[in-house]
């Protein structure tokens, strides 16, 4: 049958690309010849740097306000975006009034944990889910499914007292544990080893391989861009979350970075320099992240999307 | 190959018996496709008949996943739902009360401000994030020079936390910040966006809107890769303008992601928090007006002397809500299809 398409295919190959890659040429042509209107063109980057003004100048205003000293208007009209004497010592000093750098520590931790145990956990069960025919596979996947459908926000009470029946209220372990595997990273696993060729797989099998060794050293490597996924968005997920560790946490020396800021804010709400600082400190670490990994994180609202 | 696994497949189906044999599928045969596809019936036959696995493996495999999300999602559901008919406090066993709790919601005038608050959020928000996204990913859409640059800007809001969100906002809204200093200058006087209670309310709205912005227009993006350019020229040729086509052809094209984004932005923002607790404080804003309902669990049912019983009943109808909303916004679809 592959022969047979080929063959097909064969002769006529070659002159229906060229064909294609004319028509494409043509249309492009045609396209920026009905679009070159400047005025659209112009309008069009005006209302991009117009939003873009928008979402990122609001960071960077506070990016401003973090680098201004003591001396400096904060409160000054005309605004001034570009700090007359940028300092430092804003970062300095909130370090001084809050342990902010033990915040980030314990912020990272938690992420670093997180990220390793959905990774983990979501890939094992995702390829049993996918990979393996076994009596109760269907209720083992209704179980996760029916996992996502409930609202963090309606079950966290009660997992605050599950937390403390444990004696794990105000740890960062306790921070983490709900989360540590999520349903719908076990789904998304389950997608992308499903839609692997089986071929390869039965060849292993054929040559004594065992499903652990199928599962780690053949599915796994071939699903490393879902997996990226999935690490990127648990340690966004961690970094950012608040609920949650808001409701856990009571001891100053366990704050994660978004309960530190919390209390920053409350306890130091009219000084912005240091609140600015603080804010600086949360973000930057993600956004370095996310300049560095846009693909995964696309990539990631994609399948999110189609799957919750 | 093909038609080696093919008759290895085939073979061994009658042992599994009639009843996992699905409905004749002779499209199965096109074997290359059909792999690829999970549902597929055909490796799933090929998998039960030579078992490729010990019998305990696949529990292995699953064990850390579902010990986590049946301990920490599903439990604590079931735990919340039987607590919600209980008086249960932090530090107190409680005695089965029946629907004493949900009797008491009624009167409580603090669950109806919380309930209030929360539907607004939705109707406030949700209009917006399902169409302002769409049309920022027709603003970039098109392969211009720098687009990506633009498209990685608009999503940043996305990334950072709520928590450094909501206090930049604090900072531009506040008496003597940015915002107001501009508006002070052009003769508007002072705005108070912190303290008035529905401006509060509103700021915040506004706060989750910009925050979404971007992660709808990625999947806007997507939705809109399949809408066929032909369409579009041949709308254009028929001397239909922009705002003509927007409607006749790219609205009915990504219909059905609109109605995704109206779901997933409608039970994120019935469910909203932290937006509302930063900008108006734990107490949520003058006298507690702004105090949504998943406020209320967390200050009704959280601290040493949280009551459990009652906040969880506050936690059922935040339950309840956001499920009846996802259903509702679902079958909007389905009618519409019909």
């Known amino acids: ?308 | 190959m093909t038609a080696m696994t093919k008759g290895s497949g085939n073979g061994p189906v009658g042992k599994t018996g009639p009843a996992a044999a699905p409905p004749a599928e002779p499209t199965a045969k096109a074997a290359p496709s059909s792999l690829s596809s999970p549902s597929a019936p055909d490796p799933k036959r090929r998998g039960r008949a030579v078992r490729t696995h010990l019998p305990s493996s696949p529990w292995l495999f699953l064990a850390p996943g579902l010990l986590v999300v049946g301990g920490f999602s599903l439990y604590p559901f079931v735990s919340t739902v039987l607590n919600s008919f209980t008086d249960k406090r932090t530090l107190i066993d409680g005695q089965w009360v029946g629907g004493a709790n949900y009797q008491e919601l009624i009167h409580d005038e603090m669950f109806w401000i919380g309930l209030r608050n929360s539907a607004l959020y939705v109707l406030g928000v949700v209009p917006l994030l399902v169409i302002l996204p769409l049309l920022l990913a027709l603003l970039v859409q098109r392969h211009l020079p720098g687009i990506t640059f633009f498209r990685s800007a608009f999503y940043t809001p996305v990334v950072a936390s709520v928590v450094v969100v909501g206090l930049i906002w604090v900072w531009l809204l506040d008496d003597r910040g940015l915002v107001n200093s501009v508006l002070g200058a052009v003769g508007l006087g002072t705005v108070p966006f912190l303290s008035d209670q529905w401006l509060l309310l509103l700021s915040a709205m506004m706060v989750t809107v910009w925050k979404g912005l971007g992660y709808y227009m990625i999947i806007y993006l997507a939705a809109l890769t399949n809408v066929p350019r032909e369409l579009h020229e041949a709308c254009a040729v028929d001397g239909a303008g922009a705002v003509r086509r927007f409607f006749t052809v790219t609205v009915p094209a990504v219909r059905s992601t609109m109605v995704l984004v109206g779901a997933l932005s409608s039970v994120s923002a019935f469910k909203v928090f932290s937006e509302v607790y930063l900008m108006a404080g734990d107490g949520g804003g003058p006298g507690g007006a702004d105090t949504t309902l998943v406020m209320l669990v967390q200050r009704v049912g959280t601290g040493l002397s949280g009551r459990v019983g009652y906040a969880s009943a506050i936690s059922v109808v935040v339950f309840v809500i956001t499920l009846g909303l996802m259903l509702l916004v679902l079958r909007a679809n389905r009618k519409e299809d019909s």
Not at chain 1, 85 to 92: E, K, S
Request: include cysteine.
């Open chain 1, 1 to 308: 049958m592959s022969t047979l398409t080929a063959s097909r295919r064969g002769p006529a190959g070659p002159g229906r690309r060229e064909e294609r890659r004319r028509e494409r040429l043509a249309e492009k042509q045609q396209q920026s010849g009905r679009r070159v209107p400047v005025w659209q063109l112009v309008l069009r980057y005006a209302l991009l740097l117009a939003v873009f003004a928008l979402m990122v100048g609001p960071f960077l205003w506070q990016l401003s306000t973090s680098l201004k000293g003591p001396a400096e208007d904060i409160y000054s009209y005309p605004p001034k975006l570009l700090p007359g004497d940028p300092t430092l010592d804003n970062y300095a000093k909130v370090a001084d009034l809050i342990p902010v750098w033990d915040f980030a520590l314990n912020s990272l931790k938690v992420a670093a944990a997180n990220v390793l145990t959905n990774c983990v956990g979501a890939s094992l069960a995702g390829y049993a889910l996918a990979r393996m025919r076994f009596r109760g596979r269907k209720a083992a996947l209704v179980v996760f499914v029916m996992a996502m459908l409930v609202p963090v926000e309606s079950i966290i009470i009660a997992q605050f007292m599950t937390m403390r029946e444990l004696q794990l209220n105000n740890t960062l372990v306790g921070v983490l544990l709900p989360a540590c595997i999520g349903a719908m990273n076990v789904l998304l696993m389950r997608n992308a080893f499903s839609n692997l060729p089986y071929e390869v797989e039965e060849a292993a099998y054929v040559d004594g391989a065992n499903a652990w060794q199928r599962f780690h050293r053949i599915a796994l490597p071939s699903v490393k861009g879902t997996l990226a996924v999935v690490a990127i968005f648990a340690f966004m997920g961690a970094w950012d979350d608040f609920l949650w560790p808001l409701i856990v946490l009571s001891d100053q020396s366990n704050f994660t970075l978004t309960i530190g800021l919390n209390y920053l804010h409350g306890t130091f709400a009219d000084n912005q320099r240091l609140v600015a600082a603080g804010t600086i400190i949360a973000v930057l670490p993600l956004i370095v992240m996310f300049a560095c990994l846009q693909r995964f994180f696309f990539r990631g609202v994609g399948e999110g999307a189609v799957k919750g």
